[in-house]
């Protein structure tokens, strides 16, 4: 009996720093993906899309802010394998830890659900856990390079964008594909594999084509967005407009395409503003129309129980019992207290 709680005792620290080593070890090979697309920007090293604020967003929405050294540890291990570490590396990790944490109690704060299904859940992830939070990271981590001298204060804002927007990116494509992973939100796939098929080869093709081809027809994207937030909500805007970022990002580093025989500057400002229209896109109008049809199906199911009642009453009987229908609370996160 002793045995049997002694090891009931460890199974909890246990399982919290397998944890902890879990979302570190996802940060950290998440950060080298994101190494693979890095450019240079006033001698300063930033990516389009930084995957690894989404995993950390995401690793406190599923499992807690006691993952929080998971996110430290792997915002160090990513740093060391760039530059040797020094005192500022400390800072970098806080602001890199602190802006996941402020976009975890801003999502809490608001009642987000996990499932993204409500507008405001889009909302509130774009502007609160993206655009909102992402501000301190950029911040500190571009104050450090201005205050050792590494930065000029002319350069300081261009690269404060390109920190800021590579950030809010990866919360924004990142965070909604992994949380999807786990199996949060449902991908509707199942009764339209056909049409599933077809859009995923429509992707192959005309992502490519716009991203790649010599004329820039990059806006050819967008209809693939609507096609797939309209049928496959969250499942296929998100995954669609990872490909197409990702694909774009490729294009942008190698300068072909859309991005041939244009300066730095003119490229960062192209590939950020497209990537952060489609993650827009995806996110917004696939909470939108999630929330539509949870919506109807309230309405469908409350007007079937109504005929059902109609039906006994006209036949002179009496209706059966219809439980209290809960339906839910706008104001309120899945799982949360009443």
């Known amino acids: 009996m002793t045995a049997v709680v002694v090891t009931r005792r460890l199974l909890p620290p246990v399982e919290a720093a397998l944890k902890l080593l879990v979302v570190a070890a996802c940060y950290y090979v998440a950060g080298r993906i994101g190494l693979l697309s890095q450019v240079v920007v006033e001698g300063v090293v930033v990516t389009p899309i930084w995957p ?3 995993v950390a967003v995401a690793a406190l929405l599923m499992f807690g802010v006691q993952v929080w050294p998971g996110i430290a540890l792997g915002s160090f291990l990513v740093i060391a394998s760039i530059v040797t570490p020094q005192m500022t590396t400390l800072v970098n990790v806080a602001g890199n830890t602190l802006a996941p944490l402020c976009a975890y109690y801003c999502l809490r704060r608001i009642g987000f659900r996990l499932d993204i299904s409500r507008l405001r859940d889009g909302l509130a992830l774009v502007f609160l856990g993206g655009l909102g939070a992402m501000l301190i990271s950029a911040t500190i981590g571009v104050g450090v390079q201005a205050v050792n001298g590494d930065l000029d204060r002319g350069e300081f ?15 924004l494509l990142v965070t909604p594909l992994l949380l999807l992973l786990v199996g949060v939100g449902r991908a509707p796939w199942g009764r339209r594999w056909l049409e599933a098929a077809c859009l995923a080869v429509a992707a192959l093709v005309i992502v490519p084509l716009g991203a790649l081809g010599e004329t820039s027809l990059l806006f050819l994207v967008f209809p693939l967005l ?20 990702v694909l774009t990002t490729y294009a942008a580093n190698t300068g072909k395409g859309a991005f041939l025989n244009l300066s ?8 950020q503003a497209f990537n952060g229209a489609t993650a827009l896109t995806a996110l917004l109008l696939s ?25 006994h009453l006209a036949a002179g009987e009496m209706p059966p019992e219809v439980p209290p229908r809960h339906l839910p609370d706008p104001s309120r996160a899945e799982g949360d207290p009443a």
């Open 226 to 245: 609507i096609w797939a937030a309209l049928r496959f909500q969250l499942a296929g805007s998100t995954l669609c407009a990872l490909f197409s970022s």
């Open 287 to 311: 909470a939108l129309v999630t929330e539509q049809i949870a919506t109807r199906r309230s309405v469908q199911s409350a007007c079937d129980e109504l005929a059902e009642v109609l039906d």
């Open 264 to 271: 730095k500057v003119e490229i960062m400002v192209k590939l």
């Open 52 to 54: 690894p604020t989404g």
């Open 157 to 171: 804002w261009a690269v404060w964008l390109s920190w800021w927007v590579g950030d809010a990116m990866g919360v």
